[in-house]
């Protein structure tokens, strides 16, 4: 498999090449991809040493499969020019993924809708992938009515310019680049991505709407609060779920430790409950304070936490590039 790896020098292009060689993804070449500012760079992959090219020099080496990871404006311009070439684009931005042309594609919920034409697949946002693997096997056995999701987000999300804003705040230097409108280190930010006419913002309308697409009904309700916090790990997540259908809690607990993906860490009594710090750099979403929500009918509590760079962006992109590889679906 020729791969492309496009914004290989950014944080999730980095762990795509990781995940690449955790997964053992047979790549015979790998082309990464930057912008014209980091072309002659090095990368390091499976011990050997590649040049990174610009989008230019890639397009003509008609790689089979493309993870794109540089932004939406670089998606919207470049996944048809490698479509249009026979390249599979896997695209980490929001670029496609409401076109209703697209798939967007968690692969433990809906790989199988995958064939040869789809030649831009869409990777949701990271803070849906987390929920939703959670929300899936539960919505099949109980109907979700309606979900509440109060996100609490890390830096590494925004990318390397936050990730360096935090560090020199820590540092105690407040007046270098922001990535963010305020400080964001001892602060919380109930802001991601910009604000809409309705008074959401994107991020929480890209949870909303991508939900209802991923698990293919309109019908579920969704809510959402996104909020940025001076941590790194991962994104944690405060879900509330209200089904049409009574639940059994052990019950739940069963399914969840059945899905593929999910870890449950719920031991309260010995403080066992997901943490960033331990999500980093891992590939699953871990959940756990599972408990009824006392104050209502058939409604669950959960805490679900995961590696925002991993299963919320490079993990599941490499998880859509491997479905295709072992169901030859590209080329
Ligand atoms: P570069 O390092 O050359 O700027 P992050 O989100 O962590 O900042 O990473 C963004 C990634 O997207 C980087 O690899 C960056 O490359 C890449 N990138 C940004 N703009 C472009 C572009 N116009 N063409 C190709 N790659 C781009």
Not at 77 to 91: C, L, Q, S
Not at 135 to 155: C, D, F, G, N
Not at 269 to 285: I, L, Q, R, S
Request: charged share 25%; glycine share 6%; hydrophobic share 40%.
């Amino acid at each position: 498999m020729k791969i492309a790896v496009v914004g290989a020098t950014g944080l999730v292009g980095g762990e795509v090449l990781t995940v690449l060689e955790e997964f053992d993804i047979p790549v015979t070449e790998l082309y990464p991809v930057a912008s014209a500012r980091s072309a002659g760079k090095k990368i390091a992959f499976k011990g050997k040493e590649y040049t990174v090219v610009t989008l230019e020099q890639a397009i003509e080496l008609k790689p089979d499969i493309a993870i794109f990871s540089a932004g939406g404006g670089t998606s919207l311009e470049w996944a048809p020019k490698f479509a249009e070439v026979g390249t599979t684009v896997v695209d980490n931005s929001s670029a496609w993924r409401m076109d209703p042309t697209k798939k967007l594609v968690v692969p433990e919920i809906n790989a199988k809708e995958l064939t040869k034409e789809d030649k831009i697949i869409a990777n949701p946002n990271c803070s849906t992938i987390q929920m939703v693997l959670a929300l899936a096997p539960l919505h099949e056995k109980y109907q979700i009515k309606r979900v509440v999701v109060s996100t609490y987000q890390s830096v590494t999300g925004t990318g390397k310019a936050a990730v360096d804003q935090l560090m020199e705040e820590r540092a105690g230097k407040t007046d270098g680049d922001k990535a963010y409108p305020h400080e964001i280190d001892l602060n919380v930010l109930p802001h991601i991505d910009v604000f809409q006419d309705n008074g959401y913002t994107k991020e929480e309308m890209k949870m909303i709407n991508e939900t209802k697409k991923i698990l293919s009904d309109d019908s579920v309700h969704v809510t959402a609060t996104t909020v940025r916090l001076p941590v790194m790990g991962g994104h944690s997540e405060s879900i509330n779920i209200e089904f049409a259908n009574d639940f059994d809690l052990a019950e739940v607990r069963s399914i969840l430790e059945n899905t593929p993906g999910i870890i449950v860490q719920d031991d309260p009594a010995n403080n066992v409950y997901p943490m960033p710090k331990f999500a980093h750099k891992k590939n699953e979403v871990f959940v756990g304070r599972l408990r009824r929500d006392e104050s209502q009918p058939n409604t669950l509590n959960m805490w679900n936490v995961a590696d925002n760079l991993r299963k919320g962006a490079a993990t599941n992109a490499v998880q859509i590039a491997q479905y295709l590889i072992e169901n030859n679906l590209v080329g």
